[in-house]
């Protein structure tokens, strides 16, 4: 059974920038892909980064684009999603995600892929 923890929300200015961290346990973090994945109040979840299981294949929202990377360390078990520019539109709470089976980071991010693991989340407010 993996397990992962987030870590790194917090609440910040608009335009400030936060480093989102999970360390995954319990099964072979090289060979999951991840994701990140946010749910404002009133909203569905959404898919915002993902990456593949060897890092080489990323996928992030067009709301994110240009301002987010998402990166990992298989050494670490660990993803990290960088976000700067942030923006009120970006509060939500954020959670990781993953996927133990081949899946294309398009479909993990999109949905069509459920995950299989779920973090407890981690609360990103960013103020006007």
């Known amino acids: 059974q993996v397990q992962l923890v987030e870590s790194g929300g917090a609440w910040v200015q608009a335009g400030g920038s936060l480093r989102l961290s999970c360390v995954a346990s319990g099964g072979a973090f090289d060979q999951l892909s991840m994701g990140w994945f946010r749910q404002a109040p009133g909203k569905e979840r959404e898919g915002v980064s993902c990456i593949s299981s060897s890092g080489d294949s990323t996928n992030y929202a067009d709301s994110v684009k240009g301002r987010f990377s998402i990166s990992r360390d298989n050494a670490r078990n660990t993803v990290v999603l960088q976000m700067n520019s942030l923006q009120p539109e970006d509060t939500a709470v954020y959670y990781c995600?993953?996927?133990?089976?081949?899946?294309?980071?398009?479909?993990?991010?999109?949905?069509?892929?459920?995950?299989?693991?779920w973090g407890q989340g981690t609360q990103v407010t960013v103020s006007s």
């Open positions: 995600a993953a996927v133990p089976i081949p899946t294309t980071v398009k479909a993990l991010c999109s949905g069509t892929q459920r995950p299989s693991y």
